[in-house]
């Protein structure tokens, strides 16, 4: 054999010793971006539902409640104590509860050591009350933003907005549900009593590393963080007894960055009753229901006398790209919250064939359009910034706001201060779970939303609402703008700087 023939069949050795370690080393790193904790946890814990707020009723009817945001530790597992954030508590928040037509306050005093302030995700309004990045509380200090309920019951929530932070201080504990009623919630035949056939369904992904949250992010999640595992209200592996036959969960997905696609074990159908914004004009049936981010959704499911079901998270069915579906979650399964129905129940009344009428514009008043291309790097290729009103609008018109995602990453759309009605997805009418009033849409790569708003105001060009992507960490690198809303033929104002000042 020759020298160099000799030389080249080592060579060709190695290439393919190289090739099979790399290929090796790829498919077992494609592997292992697939988690499942399907039958993995056993339902050790039993549920923790958030108590509801306290409040005190001012000499004016103003329903006042308190805040008080605190670092602490939470054992999340057995004799383990993890370092956490919460309202009031060392982890997540008490839910806040307010009928329509009510005056509320709450007093939000920031004793974390650290500036941060308080969004109320999917309130109608003033901007000042809002709590957007500008609205930053210093250590020590007390916020009291006060409005009127003017909006349909539905299931809201509150957590922290502060510009380049939200993920980290969402992550550490801070969130909370803020619900809403009125008059005609009370009156339906809907399952309504907190904490026994009306349960808060907060959904976290998390990781640990030993006692502690382990958030960093993998190599290749564009969307930021995804845990390895679930918990609901703050508790991990959850059980819930339940004593009716039919149950109503108010699932909200308060996650940084994964969408879930929830259904039950045997894929029972359930009734979707609300979206964000409230309750849909007519019960509808289905057997998945998907929630990006900030995203929520009220079911009601029927359980059958002593039967264990799971409420599970399939893997997502969007036509996600190869690549997306397995980096981004798309393809992990997680088993969320067992429901243990009691050998007895008592009956629950037949679900009322209709709701009631929605309270967003078909959009055919729109006086306006707007186009917003999402990406990364920015939305319509800006940054936010915070001295910068990006968009003005009128008070009492009606808009409609397309937004288009080709970014090849998943994304989704939250509009603070108003709730808005989806009118296509990619041209063509939106899916039953995306016919209610919504504040937060799904927008996955390769889709187009066309959305129906209408601005209620109060006019103040001064004071700025927020639209972003609310994927947390999307969010915090800069997928954002603002908007004011300004009587007809007024002009936008300059953001208060005075709350700018974050010291990056
Ligand atoms: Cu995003």
Redesign the pocket.
Known sequence: MSGLKRVLIILTSVAFVLALALGGGAAWFYSSAKVSTVGRGGFRNQLVVPPLARSTVAADGTRVFDLRMRAGTTEFKDGQETPTWGFNGSYLGPTLRAERGEKVQVRVRNALGVPSNVHWHGMDLPARMDGGPHRMIAPGKTWSPRWTIAQPAATLWYHPHPHGETEDHVQRGLAGMFLLDDARSRALALPQRYGVDDLPVIVQDVKFDGARFDHGHGVAQS?GFLGDRTMVNGTLDPYRVVGDEQVRLRLLNASTARTYNFGFDDSRAFSLVGTDGGLVERPARMDRVQLSPGERAEIVVRVRPGERTVLRSYPLDVGMDFFNQRFNGGDDTFDILELRAASRLRPSPALPATLGKLEVPDGKDAVRGRFFD?K?SGINGRKMAMGRIDETVTRGTTETWTVRNT?G????FHVHGVQFRVLSVNGRPPGPALRGAKDTVFVPNGTTVKLAMRFTGPADPNAPYMFH???L???DQG?MGQFVVVEKGQKAGRPPMEHAHRGH
Request: glycine letters at 0%.
């Open positions: 969307v999402l990364l970014n990453m998943p994304h989704n992507c609310h994927l960490l999307h969010e997928m």
